[in-house]
């Protein structure tokens, strides 16, 4: 704390210009705790139960750091469920995200600083330890930069920094020798090439040990990279600069954020998703604050903080303001297109967004934070976890949850910025969801699907870099912590970086300090955070008058629409343009107002109908524009229907010892056999099918009698199997595939087809899984013998009194009962190398299917007799608070049941002419749009 002195955190030009001094004596520079004007509202959470959670926190970073170090160290990730290190290339791709993993122990790298933060000191040490003895930095892998940077080099330097920090109280880590920031620098220079292009941009990938370029490196032909990743760099390339005074790492990360400064869009003052890192150009001009871009605003307002650069603070003002001019739509934050700002880019969130409040309150903007954050809140209520993209009436979008901590982080913040104890509510509810949905024996699995409740073989390490240290924070005391937590700036990783850096080595800002600000009206720039002591003290209901009108935002949300349209062409009197969801086949003035938009309507043999579009036969450039909008809202309406079509998954959940509902296994549906969503969930034994594929009458009824039958899959008809079992008493049906290795993970969902003919006596539900989850169960048969499992649509609750009996011993579970023990690997399943005759069994999209993964954006088709695609809607009551534009679209369905299965849209797609250079780029960045990896 003494040593940045004054400036700490805002650099020794900022007190001249505001009172900033005031608020940067907190890392979080706009945080003034207000706990002791709070006199109302939720009830103060005393003392003891603050403790009592804040050791519920410590214990469950032990069950997950413990299960890594015991079953997955030194490998890059644990794998919960089979209870296994993930090394890469000896688990199916799961393509960009095992770019983070280079075999270098990432887990235990990015759980570095959690360990002195949760006050556990002697494991630090030990950790540290392990580190310098352990990791290699020149594996022949190739790596994202972004997230080496974040996880690794920010792990290190987190690590390092409180490694000095304990050294210079004396007690521990007293024979360190800044061996950490050695580390940290030979990575840095090996992420260095990667800067290698005119632009100063970095490729998106490296080799550790070839660098880029070389044959050997199978990088550095990209041409693309995210904002984010290439505007994720300065805080940790800064303070490796200013550790060791070697000044390019800092100068390097400038650079790249000047050139990402440069090429923001002039009018709107947004920037992309992506960018061509050669030419500058965007590539997706779609822009929010979530996947792709999130922390690049971080990083500007945050190297303001740890640097005191001016510049910075200029450059995140300027698009903040633009943020809350176009995107933000309280309490809805909504991607828009960099040239169109007044055009959404999209109709649903991601769950990174969930980090913005908590920037918001570091920039001291209190009121839309907390209603956001009660809105992400709202949706977790309902589902559990924040599921990875949800639509704008807050319908499941992509339904699976990597035990993100974002919502986490908002809610830390806001606890310190508003002192208010709801946040510690909230924090003590995600705390439960996460014990109660998502712990396993083995540690903490990813939700696969928040609606079904089933795990995916996961745990990633921003988990236990990220997730414990923010709960942990919000419980604890300032004499809970072994240092003033105060005196540091949290990475986008929640690595902890000195503050005292920022008069530190000095000599880059000066250098490359950039003239152009001067040109900046900044006369609204706020230079000052709102003070806290006047807002709560004359309304200590404040952040609770806030949230108040959007409590029931999630459950009666008015359905909203797809395209926000210019408020001002409807002031001008223009009429709005054609909603796809409006259009009708039947009715002449729609067949116009599709002509002046360049649409053609072509009716196909089959009954059908095909739009095509080309712009150049529009009336104007402006009908031109609509018809693109229109053309995109068809495919997005079709995409949502294709999915809406489609079963949803289903859940396995194993009830027995030593599970007792903790392991939920991703389950495909049959079209056929009882319904569990519509029935109560089937319960039983599993026992194994003799023949195994269930092709033929069973020869051993008594075994699979009254209880649930496991049949391979193979040989047969899927139906033909469950006629077999049923007939041999059995109660339900487990088919589990026989293509070796198969996992949900990398699959998408399976449906079982019937046989074609009529199914309806097929009275017992059947469910399918993936070989790798089918293991799971055969192993626990075989280590077992008596499995209990539950067949339903989404896992219950884990049954109370089974799990108190469990609850002393779970960590001993985990590691005497470990799933490995009662894994084996899928060879030893004896599975049978067949072709399926049921392979042509529909095999449904994967959750992510969307508009892109049509061949173009322009054209589409419809069944004629149903022009409407929506018209068979029930139209859902609201509650009456909808506005005028809402009611114009209440005919969308509201729940996610809703769908029309009589629609049948064709895939036939046509290359739309380009008239206009722009409008391609639009409708690549809109197929580009679902592709987001989040
Ligand atoms: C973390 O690795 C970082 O927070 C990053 O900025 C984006 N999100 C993941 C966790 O969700």
Known sequence: MSEAGGGRGCGSSVPQRAPWSLVAATAAFCLVSATSVWTAGAAPMSREERQKLGNQVLEMFDHAY?????????????????????????????????????????????????????????????????????????????????????????????????????????????????????????????????????????????????????????????????????????????ALSRFTGATIFEEYARKALDFLWEKRQRSSNLVGVTINIHTGDWVRKDSGVGAGIDSYYEYLLKAYVLLGDDSFLERFNTHYDAIMRYISQPPLLLDVHIH?????????????????????????????????????????????????????????????????????????????????????????????????????????????????????????????????????????????????????????????????????????????????????????????????????????????????????????????????????????????????????????????ILKKMGVSLIHLKDGRVQLVQHAIQAASSIDAEDGLRFMQEMIELSSQQQKEQQLPPRAVQIVSHPFFGRVVLTAGPAQFGLDLSKHKETRGFVASSKPYNGCSELTNPE???????????????????????????????????????SSSDTAPLFQMAGDGKDTDDIKIPMLFLFSKEGSIILDAIREYEEVEVL????????????????????????????????????????????????????????????????????????????????????????DGECTDLDNQLQEQSETEEDSNPNVSWGKKVQPIDSILADWNEDIEAFEMMEKDEL
Request: proline share 6%.
């Open 66 to 238: 413990g299960n890594y170090m015991e079953h997955a160290y030194p490998a890059d990730e644990l794998m919960p469920l089979t209870c296994r290190g993930r090394v890469r290339g000896q688990e199916p791709s799961r393509g960009d995200v095992d770019d983070a993993l280079g075999k270098f122990s990432l887990t235990l790298i990015d759980s570095l600083d959690t360990l002195v933060v949760l006050n556990k000191t002697k494991e630090f040490e030990d950790a540290v330890r392990k580190v310098l003895r352990d990791v290699n930095l020149d594996n022949d892998v190739v790596v994202s930069v972004f997230e080496t940077n974040i996880r690794v080099l920010g792990g290190l330097l987190g690590g390092h920094s409180l490694a000095i920090m304990l050294k210079e109280k004396g007690e521990y880590m007293q024979w360190y020798n800044d061996e950490l920031l050695q580390m940290a620098k030979q990575l840095g220079y090996k992420l260095l090439p990667a800067f290698n292009t005119t632009s100063g941009l970095p490729y998106p990938r490296i080799n550790l040990k070839f660098g880029i370029r070389k044959p050997e490196a199978r990088t550095g032909t990209e041409t693309d990279t995210c904002t984010a990743c290439a505007g994720t760099l300065i805080l940790e390339f800064a």
């Open 340 to 592: 169109k700002p007044m055009l959404n880019a999209r109709t649903w969130m991601d769950a990174l967004l969930a980090f913005f409040p908590g920037l918001q309150v570091l920039k001291g903007d209190i009121r839309p934070a907390i209603e956001t954050h009660e809105m992400l809140y709202q949706v977790i209520k309902k589902h559990n976890f924040l599921p990875e993209a949800f639509t704008t009436d807050f319908r499941v979008h992509w339904a699976q949850h990597p035990l993100r901590p974002e919502f986490a982080e908002s809610t830390y913040f806001l606890y310190k910025a508003t002192g208010d104890p709801y946040y510690l509510e909230v924090g003590k509810t995600l705390i439960e969801n996460l014990n109660k949905y998502a712990r396993v024996p083995c540690g903490f699995a990813a939700m696969k699907d928040v609606r079904t409740g089933s795990h995916e073989d996961r745990m990633d390490s921003f988990f236990l870099a990220e997730m414990f240290k923010y709960l942990y924070l919000l419980f604890a005391d300032k004499e809970d912590i072994i240092f003033d937590i105060e005196d540091y700036i949290f990475t986008t990783e929640a690595h902890l970086l000195p503050l005292w850096l920022s008069t530190t080595n000095q000599s880059i800002s000066k250098k490359n300090t950039t003239s152009e600000y001067t040109e900046l009206d900044d006369s609204n720039f706020d230079w000052t955070c709102p003070n806290t002591q006047i807002l709560f003290p004359n309304d200590p209901l404040y952040a609770q008058s806030i949230r108040e009108p959007l409590k029931n935002v999630v459950d009666k949300s008015c359905p909203r629409g797809i395209i926000r349209v210019r408020e001002e062409s409807f002031r001008s009197g223009a009429k709005p343009p054609l909603r796809a969801r409006d259009f009708m086949a039947t009715n002449p003035e729609h067949l116009e």
């Open 703 to 741: 075994a699979v009698m009254g209880k649930i039958a496991l049949i391979q899959r193979g040989q047969c008809m899927f139906a033909e199997k469950a006629r077999n079992i049923q007939n041999a008493g059995a109660i339900g049906g487990i088919v589990i595939d026989d293509n070796e290795g």
């Open 791 to 878: 067949l339903s649509d989404k896992a219950k609750d884990r049954d109370p009194e089974m799990e108190s009996e469990e609850q002393p011993s779970s960590e001993n579970d985990s590691q005497d009962q470990s799933a490995e023990e009662i894994m084996p690997s899928s060879q030893e399943v004896g599975l049978v190398d067949q072709e399926s005759p049921e392979e042509s069994s529909l095999n449904s999209e994967p959750e992510s299917s969307s508009p892109a993964d049509t061949d173009n954006a322009a054209s589409v088709s419809a069944s004629e007799q149903n022009s409407n695609p929506m018209e068979n809607h029930e139209t859902t009551s609201l």
